[in-house]
């Protein structure tokens, strides 16, 4: 774009108009955005696992005062508190944010303690914030120790008027924990949550081997913990690829078992399902599946749910498989989900980073670190303040009659008693503020004892500051003690609820075949390519109507289950689902909307598919080969190549295979007969010559068996057999020329009159 700077013409009106470029202001103003975005609204932060709006509503909380053993507080106070004084947003915003934290279907370990109305698994919104009240839970506190012992850097808010941290300390390992998601502008983040147990576990396994693989951190976190419950069915080797890499997913599926009903009936009853998914969406979809008739083998769906998740699905008849149902329905809905995983975090709260499990666990475990040091040097401080002031009081009580003495005579007794015994200004305001009733005998011992004991303890922390060893084996005890609070054998809350298992081996057809309503259909393709499906099967044809200049080709009974097997002239195969053709009403549709069918190439046949059979393929100047039908399936609307045929050659003829012998009859009304072990198996190419022919190409070709001899049919219905001696003079190697054809063959070249 040109720099064009000049200002447009005016009438000297617009002299405070500044032109610009447009597209650096462009760039200028959506970078700003960007990055405000992603640094302050959708990315976590990897060191306490918390976007900007969690932390707000956390640390209003501390400023309220509002603890896990203080009294509930109305939502409103809070809400109206963080968007006064911290987060400058809509309410309902931040009061979505809030009700979230207090949701134990959302988070693995609440941050909220919520009291009345919060939404429910079904999808149902919270009540409004003036119904509802909240308190912080023990994660909330966890997060905040330390935060007013300088363990965190502070910043101005937006007005000006406070200050909020940057950070919160973080002794809880909330990130993985918790989870997050957040789309920014041009990344997003997905974690699922885990288990506090076992991240404590494998960050003390950290303190110990820094260096270690995310194999070894696998054992102690063997994948995400989801507070739905539910089955997680990847592999291990998907799972430590996906925590190497710090993207992947996670295939969760709803947990089901089998109820006996007696008498050889059952019903499924499913408990848990997947995380993030809605309740009611998921038995309204199958519900809707239900009345599509899109799962044949389930006769009803019904929400006994109370406390617990209670899905009652009942099968079409005892008979039913209950896997292959369960399977049909993990494929249909979200039964089955999958969880991304893409650990998009802010590094050290600045550089936007996808970050592996361990280098996660490891900045985590570098955050506690800092605010242990940052901490002991903020008690540090204070022991020293406070060895000084006792210093001084300590100089008052041996010298108590000279300063009683000082004060009564004294003007300035401050500065007289500092020049007197060498006392800090400090020093000399403790011992004015002294109150009489201190002057007692005890309250010397008391000082002398505190002051033993802060020295001691300030030896402690200095030998703790100076030495990396005693740092780590701190943080390991706080580690610990986390671990303790929510050690697995506490109960459900803390015990692992997503669990582990392989998918069982289903046959793919079984499955597709479930998922289709069986009924008999009669497919009917016309001349000009057109495919429709009459509801049952229909022997007489004849009264069927086409478009105009159009009539019937094929019409062949089937099913819906069935798959349907299209060949063209051009020697392409392609697959239809009987249940995805069109109804009978009207003409149906041309197949080419369907497949992807080149202009020049025409319908030659369709069949229903047999997986068990195989068929000759031949073209017009008389090359074939036999192929099976299993090896004809296309899973794209493409097709798939079988023979290779260029114009003029054309694929002509398709015959089932059958018996031992082949018969193949030319246009030249010369018949050959050879055996079929001549001919080869193949799953694409051009073929071998069957027949050769000086002018013109293949008429018929046909399958038998040489024992039980050669059948044909005339126009007149005649059956005529030719036994093994009788076909003598036409039997031959393939690609000869044959001989005429005997007496009685119809006229029109073909086996079947």
């Given at each position: 774009m040109g720099q064009n700077l000049t200002p447009p013409p005016g009438?000297?009106?617009?002299?405070?108009?500044?032109?610009?470029?447009?597209?650096?202001?462009?760039?200028?103003?959506?970078?700003?955005?960007?990055?405000?975005?992603?640094?302050?609204?959708?990315?976590?932060?990897?060191?306490?696992?918390?976007?900007?709006?969690?932390?707000?509503?956390?640390?209003?909380?501390?400023?309220?005062?509002?603890?896990?053993?203080?009294?509930?507080?109305?939502?409103?106070?809070?809400?109206?508190?963080?968007?006064?004084?911290?987060?400058?947003?809509?309410?309902?915003?931040?009061?979505?944010?809030?009700?979230?934290?207090?949701?134990?279907?959302?988070?693995?370990?609440?941050?909220?303690d919520g009291q009345g109305n919060f939404g429910n698994i079904d999808g149902d919104s919270a009540a409004a914030y003036r119904y509802t009240e909240a308190r912080m839970t023990e994660v909330a506190a966890l997060l905040l120790e330390g935060v007013d012992q300088d363990a965190v850097d502070f910043r101005p808010t937006y007005n000006e008027e406070d200050e909020e941290p940057t950070v919160l300390p973080g002794a809880f390992p909330n990130l993985l924990a918790n989870g997050a998601s957040g789309i920014a502008v041009g990344m997003a983040t997905s974690i699922p949550p885990h288990n506090a147990h076992e991240l404590c576990d494998a960050a003390l396994h950290?303190?110990?081997?820094?260096?270690?693989?995310?194999?070894?951190?696998?054992?102690?976190?063997?994948?995400?913990?989801?507070?739905?419950?539910?089955?997680?069915?990847?592999?291990?080797?998907?799972?430590?690829?996906?925590?190497r890499t710090g993207r992947g997913g996670f295939r969760v599926r709803a947990k089901w078992e089998t109820e006996d009903l007696g008498r050889g009936g059952y019903q499924i009853v499913i408990t848990e399902i997947p995380y993030q998914v809605q309740k009611s969406r998921l038995i309204e979809k199958i519900a809707e599946l239900l009345v599509a008739r899109k799962l044949p083998l389930l006769e009803d769906i019904r929400d006994e749910s109370a406390e617990d998740i209670r899905i009652v699905l009942v099968p079409k008849s005892r008979t039913v498989d209950a896997t292959l149902l369960m399977e049909s329905l993990f494929r249909l809905t979200e039964l089955e989900s999958r969880f991304p995983l893409n650990m998009n975090v802010l590094s050290m709260g600045r550089v936007p980073k996808v970050m592996a499990l361990n280098e996660?666990?490891?900045?985590?475990?570098?955050?506690?670190?800092?605010?242990?040091?940052?901490?002991?040097?903020?008690?540090?401080?204070?022991?020293?303040?406070?060895?000084?002031?006792?210093?001084?009081?300590?100089?008052?009580?041996?010298?108590l009659d000279e300063v009683i003495r000082i004060i009564?005579?004294?003007?300035?007794?401050?500065?007289?008693?500092?020049?007197?015994?060498?006392?800090?200004?400090?020093?000399?305001?403790?011992?004015?503020?002294?109150?009489?009733?201190?002057?007692?005998?005890?309250?010397?011992?008391?000082?002398?004892?505190?002051?033993?004991?802060?020295?001691?303890?300030?030896?402690?922390?200095?030998?703790?500051?100076?030495?990396?060893?005693?740092?780590?084996?701190v943080i390991e005890h706080e580690i610990k003690e986390v671990r303790k609070t929510f050690a697995k054998g506490r109960g459900k809350p803390f015990a692992r609820l997503t669990q582990f298992a392989e998918a069982p081996d289903a046959d793919v057809e079984a499955?597709?075949?479930?998922?289709?309503?069986?009924?008999?259909?009669?497919?009917?393709i016309s001349q000009k390519g057109w495919i429709r499906a009459l509801k049952g099967h229909i022997a007489d044809t004849s009264g069927l109507t086409f478009k105009e200049g159009d009539g019937p080709k094929l019409a062949f009974p089937a099913q819906t289950t069935d798959k349907l097997l299209l060949v063209t002239t051009g020697g392409k195969a392609y697959t239809l689902g009987a249940d995805k053709l069109p109804g009978g009403r009207g003409h149906g549709e041309p197949i080419r909307i369907m497949v992807d069918m080149e202009n020049d190439q025409d319908v030659l046949t369709a069949f229903v598919h047999?997986?068990?059979?195989?068929?000759?393929?031949?073209?017009?100047?008389g090359n074939g080969f036999v192929v099976a039908e299993s090896e004809m399936i296309a899973n794209t609307r493409k097709g798939k190549q079988i023979m290779n045929v260029s114009m003029p050659d054309e694929t002509k003829l398709l015959v089932p295979v059958s018996g031992d012998h082949v018969a193949v009859v030319g246009e030249n009304r010369k018949l050959l007969v050879f055996p079929l072990a001549q001919v080869p198996e193949m799953t694409r190419g051009k073929g071998v010559r069957l027949q050769r022919y000086k002018d013109g190409g293949i008429s018929d070709i046909k399958c038998f068996a040489l024992a039980d001899g050669l059948t044909w049919e005339d126009s007149a219905g005649r059956i005529f057999t030719r036994n093994k001696d009788e076909l003598a003079e036409w039997l031959a190697d393939r690609a000869t020329a044959g001989r005429t054809v005997p007496k009685g063959f119809p006229r029109s070249g073909k086996f079947s009159g």
């Open positions: 009438d000297g009106g617009d002299d405070h108009i500044l032109p610009i470029d447009l597209k650096a202001a462009l760039e200028e103003r959506y970078l700003a955005y960007a990055l405000s975005t992603i640094m302050h609204r959708a990315l976590p932060d990897v060191r306490d696992g918390l976007k900007p709006v969690h932390r707000r509503i956390i640390h209003a909380m501390s400023e309220m005062g509002i603890r896990p053993n203080s009294a509930f507080k109305k939502c409103a106070r809070i809400v109206g508190d963080v968007i006064g004084k911290f987060h400058p947003h809509g309410d309902q915003s931040v009061y979505d944010a809030l009700v979230r934290l207090a949701q134990d279907f959302s988070q693995r370990y609440p941050v909220v950290l303190i110990r081997h820094p260096d270690a693989s995310i194999e070894k951190l696998v054992e102690f976190i063997p994948g995400p913990d989801m507070p739905t419950g539910g089955i997680i069915i990847d592999s291990r080797e998907q799972i430590i690829e996906a925590y996660v666990l490891l900045e985590w475990l570098q955050h506690r670190k800092e605010v242990l040091i940052r901490r002991s040097r903020f008690r540090l401080a204070a022991i020293d303040r406070r060895l000084e002031v006792l210093g001084g009081l300590l100089v008052a009580y041996l010298n009564r005579e004294e003007d300035e007794p401050k500065g007289v008693m500092m020049a007197r015994w060498n006392l800090t200004e400090v020093q000399a305001d403790a011992i004015l503020n002294m109150r009489l009733r201190n002057l007692r005998k005890l309250e010397e011992f008391e000082i002398r004892t505190e002051f033993d004991n802060l020295s001691k303890e300030k030896a402690e922390i200095e030998s703790l500051l100076a030495s990396d060893d005693k740092q780590w084996k499955i597709q075949q479930a998922m289709i309503e069986k009924e008999p259909i009669t497919v009917v047999d997986p068990a059979r195989k068929l000759i393929i031949a073209s017009t100047a």
